[in-house]
Structure formats: C-alpha cells, structure tokens
Nanobody
C-alpha cells in the first residue's frame, strides 16, 4: 500500500523559512514525477512545485507565485521529496499536499496524480 506522509509544517513569521518533507512508502518513486500542491481556505487546490526525470536528469517546475523562493528536491535513497520554502509570505498560508504519479504526466495538474498525502498546515503570520 502506497503512503505519502508530509511533515515540517508549522507557524512562521513573514520572511521566514520552512522545509516540508514527504516520505513515500509502499513503492519506490525515484523515477516518478512528484509534486507539491496547496489549498487555502475557500480556494481550490493549486500547483506549487513538481519534479520529474528524463533519463538521468531531474527537472523542476514552479508556480509563478513561488519561483525564486521555493525549491523542490528529492532524496531517492530515502524515497523522500522536499520543499524548501524561503521568504514566506502570509499568502503562502495553506495546507500543503505531496503527490506522486504512477506514470509520467504533466506535473502541474492535480488530476494527473495517483497518490496524495494527508497534508501539512503552513501558517505565515504578518
């Protein structure tokens, strides 16, 4: 049974940093696209960052709102993907979800993902 478990969320002041982790179990995801999404109260779930591989090269894509501030990375030995979040803003406040795909599809679309974590709350105070 595949499980994705997020951790690292919390309360931080604007301008601060957090690092989210997503530990996968049940199968290896080293060659699978993985992504981070977020959902704020009253809003739809939105793409934050995604990573995929082509050959031996890993690629990443980011939402415009987080480019230059967030970095997605992965440790295949630990079957874990990370989201480093710097220069946090109050508008980054949301529940952050990790997701993984069985087959490589577009990383920016939530419906292309097969597995989801339970989410971790990130709150940025002004």
């Amino acid at each position: 049974q595949v499980q994705l478990v997020e951790s690292g969320g919390g309360l931080v002041q604007a301008g601060g940093s957090l690092r989210l982790s997503c530990a996968a179990s049940g199968r290896a995801f080293s060659s699978s696209p993985m992504g981070w999404f977020r959902q704020a109260p009253g809003k739809e779930r939105e793409f934050v960052a995604g990573t995929w591989t082509r050959g031996n090269t890993y690629y990443a894509d980011y939402a415009d709102s987080v480019k230059g501030r967030f970095t997605i990375s992965r440790d295949n030995a630990k079957n874990t993907v990370y989201l480093q979040m710097n220069s946090l803003k109050p508008e980054d406040t949301a529940v952050y979800y990790c997701a993984a795909q069985n087959l490589a599809r577009r990383v920016t679309l939530a419906h292309e993902y097969d597995y989801w974590g339970q989410g971790t709350q990130v709150t940025v105070s002004s």
